[in-house]
């Protein structure tokens, strides 16, 4: 499982016995990590795309960014449409 941290500028994994590894910070340009999914087409499923906010509610020490959305290439195809 993949999960955006907002406040911490961060998009981490979360393995099965719950290992918890971060795979994105700031620097990645995920500044206010606020969401993401999976690409949905054969050649991009293997790809996270993470929507910021730039780090409105926490600011980074440069200030603000503009907002985004950022491709994160994960290697593991994502599971579309699965409740």
Do not use: C, W
């Not at 016995?17 to 795979?23: A, E, M, P, S, V």
């Amino acid at each position: 499982m993949y999960g955006t941290t907002h406040v911490y500028n961060s998009v981490v994994k979360i393995t099965p016995d719950g290992q918890i590894t971060t795979i994105a910070t700031a620097e990645r340009g995920v500044a206010g990590s606020t969401a993401l999914a999976f690409g949905r087409s054969a050649g991009d499923n293997t790809s996270l795309y993470v929507t910021t906010n730039g780090g409105m509610s926490l600011p980074l020490p440069t200030g603000l960014e503009a907002t985004k959305v950022v491709r994160l290439e994960v290697g593991v195809e994502g599971l579309i449409g699965v409740a």
